[in-house]
């Protein structure tokens, strides 16, 4: 078990490195290619260019103004919370280091939500550009989040007596999601599998 000052040092360097990965890759997807641009890496992975104004993959369930300010509150809170679990021998190094995974996707989505329209120009039949605070896009706390990472790893088409989607053509994985978003999953997806009964504990406590 690491000591809490290494514990927190650790935190601090997944933080730093997985956001400025995030950023590093958004940035260059934006000023380098148009919306919508399609890269083929692999039949089965594509860099396509594309925003969002609302949640991870692409959904948009809420207003945009609404969902920055629940980004806003919900790192609040994981940050309170990963403070809290460091100090706390009873949690292992593994969980917190998937609560700060988790953490550093919430604040790597923040970032586009709070500034991207303020300091980008749009990407509408363009490449964007970098611009003077204020001549962006959009507003701040209304910035589009940049997603990029496309594996349609498979296809088919529905037969035709299906109903509802008869005839229809289905591809997995479809979601489009960046480096933030992977953070994010992989991390829940990992305290899910090794550390349910962490996460219920905390809640307890």
């Not at 935190?11 to 641009?37: C, R, W």
């Not at 369930?61 to 994981?78: E, N, Q």
């Not at 919370?81 to 969980?95: A, E, R, V």
């Amino acid at each position: 078990m690491l000591k809490n000052s290494k514990r927190l040092t650790l935190s601090l360097a997944i933080l730093i490195i997985a956001i400025l990965a995030d950023q590093i890759i958004k940035f260059a997807v934006k000023l380098s290619m148009f919306k919508h641009e399609s890269i083929r890496v692999f039949d089965w992975f594509y860099i396509y260019f594309t925003e969002n104004k609302g949640m991870a993959f692409g959904m948009e369930l809420f207003d945009k103004l609404f969902l920055t300010s629940f980004r806003l509150v919900a790192v609040t809170f994981i940050t309170y919370y990963l403070l809290k679990i460091i100090k706390n021998i009873k949690f292992p190094t593994g969980y917190i280091v998937c609560v700060a995974f988790v953490l550093a996707g919430a604040i790597g989505n923040l970032i586009d939500s709070i500034f991207y329209g303020e300091i980008f120009t749009d990407s509408d039949g363009r490449i964007a550009q970098l611009v003077e605070w204020g001549k962006g896009y959009g507003d701040f706390l209304h910035g589009q989040v940049v997603d990029m990472f496309y594996f349609p790893l498979f296809g088919f088409d529905w037969p035709e007596w299906m109903p509802f989607v008869g005839g229809e053509h289905f591809i997995f994985f479809s979601p489009i999601f960046n480096f933030a978003d992977a953070c994010v999953s992989c991390g829940m997806i990992a305290i899910l599998l090794f550390y349910g009964k962490y996460l219920n504990m905390s809640f307890k406590k």
